[in-house]
């Protein structure tokens, strides 16, 4: 599904005039098909600044050089700041200086991650107020470089999981984070690690099942798991047997045909894992569905539904899985939520009450299974162009491919991207979180 606007744009004597009459001109984002590769940074410059006292710099600098960047002399494809000393209104000050001498460097396409002390309430509170300050200050300049295809996101850490960055900083700066963008995730030490991380994040040997596989964000996320080395489980509805079987054939796993909100799925999916695998390392629960309707004239039916899809579905999955002990140690869960939980959308009671939900469940689960060393995360995608979303009526399409900072809609490919990212040892320190991937949409920003 190319996105028609971005091309007429490119049209010698038609691009001018919808530019003209004030159509947005986006730009073509640069993503990749490829797998994680040792050096993904090879063909490409970067910048790393500092302010007083910060803390990650060599750590960052490390990383850079390591994942083949060169300093940058001209133009800047990788913006890294290092503001983790930033305490007070004057530190604030020195992150503007420095962005704002060089912000015309950045390249179209380029990366931007700021790193930032957390926020914590046990801090002085004029340093709580600059940690968050600098969230603010992010999100603002990732819409103003989102036009040029450029994204913008904060990692903030604190000093003893500094070696838990180097993941961080692969995905935020790389190809893999084409729309995500105005994000702040927090790099913590909470779930335990390995005290040696892999340099390079592969999933070979690992074991993931993807619900909803059959098509869309599962099937990209399918295809992107397998991939990067890991023996997939594609699990959708018995009706979507033959698409399904037709996926596990071409990324070399295992179809399942089920509905997950059957009473007896757990259970058969807990049989299927133990015997085949004996058990299961990443799980991504994406399958979800929309029943749209008022309040007023939604039924208990269409409520139900979606709840039981969408949520108590899942709970009961991670449930039995618990029970039996197949989740592995270090293993991954990844929820499919949406921005429509965050932001609430009209229609949408039912759906943004089961995908507000998981931001809470990933929460809980995750402090309960840190020590583990179990990751709980949920995605939050926007506008994703995908046969989803090929039902919305075209204007309301339109706008909502539009309504973002990067002016276009994402592609299943990106959610799959951060999914993935998630889903590697890399990805330790980041629990309980929720995440977007939206283009930095305008909807719940
Ligand atoms: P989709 O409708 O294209 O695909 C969903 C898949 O889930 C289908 O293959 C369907 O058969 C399967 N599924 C539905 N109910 C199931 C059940 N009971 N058991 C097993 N499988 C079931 O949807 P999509 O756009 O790819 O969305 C995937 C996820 O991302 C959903 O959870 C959705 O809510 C979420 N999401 C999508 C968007 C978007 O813009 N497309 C935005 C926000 C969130």
């Given at each position: 599904m190319s996105d028609t606007l971005i091309k007429i744009n490119r049209w010698p004597v038609i691009g001018p005039v919808v530019r003209a009459i004030g159509l947005p001109n986006p730009t073509e984002l640069h993503r990749s098909a490829d797998p994680y590769v040792a050096q993904p940074f090879l063909s490409k410059s970067f910048l790393l600044a500092r302010t007083e006292g910060a803390y990650a710099s060599s750590r960052l600098a490390d990383v850079l050089q390591r994942a083949g960047g060169r300093e940058a002399t001209e133009s800047v494809d990788i913006f890294v700041m290092d503001?983790?000393?930033?305490?007070?209104v004057a530190d604030l000050r020195a992150v503007y200086s420095v962005f704002h001498e060089e912000i015309r460097r950045i390249a179209r396409n380029g990366r931007v991650l700021l790193i930032a002390p957390p926020v914590d309430s046990t801090l002085d509170p004029v340093a709580a107020a600059v940690a968050r300050g600098l969230e603010g200050f992010v999100r603002s300049l990732a819409k103003e470089l989102g036009r040029r295809g450029v994204t913008a996101n904060l990692a903030s850490v604190q000093p003893q999981s500094l070696d838990r960055l180097d993941g961080v900083v692969r995905f935020f700066c790389g190809p893999q984070c084409a729309y995500v963008s105005g994000q702040a995730v927090h790099v913590s030490a909470e779930a335990n690690a390995p005290a040696a991380l892999p340099l390079t994040a592969t999933l070979a040997g690992k074991v993931a099942l993807v619900t909803g596989a059959a098509r869309g964000i599962g099937l990209a996320t399918a295809e992107r798991l397998a991939q990067e080395g890991a023996k997939v489980v594609a699990l959708d509805i018995p009706a979507s047997t033959d698409e399904l079987t037709a996926v596990a054939k071409r990324i070399g796993g295992s179809p399942l045909a089920l509905d997950?909100?059957?009473?007896?799925t757990p259970a058969q999916l807990a049989r299927f894992l133990k015997e085949n695998f004996g058990g299961v390392d990443i799980v991504v629960h994406n399958a979800g569905v929309t029943r749209d309707r008022t309040l007023a004239k939604m039924e208990a039916r269409q409520w139900e539904q979606v709840l039981d899809i969408n949520l108590s579905a899942i709970a009961a999955i991670d449930k039995r899985m618990q029970d039996e002990g197949l989740m592995r140690e270090s293993g991954r869960v990844v929820c499919m939520s949406s921005i429509s939980g965050i932001a609430g959308n009209f229609g949408q009671t039912n759906y943004a009450t089961s995908k507000a939900a998981l931001i809470g469940y990933v929460a809980a689960q995750a402090r309960l299974q840190a020590s583990r060393g179990i990751t709980f995360n949920a995605v939050a995608p926007g506008f994703i162009e995908t046969p989803m979303t090929q039902k919305v009526p075209f204007m309301t399409r339109e706008i909502g491919r539009r309504l973002n900072s990067l002016a276009q809609g994402g592609k299943p490919r990106d959610v799959a991207e951060l999914v993935t990212f998630l889903c590697t040892p890399g990805a330790c320190g980041i629990s309980g979180q929720t995440i977007r991937v939206c283009g930095q949409g305008l909807m719940g920003a």
């Open positions: 503001a983790t000393g930033c305490r007070t997950i909100a059957a009473p007896d």
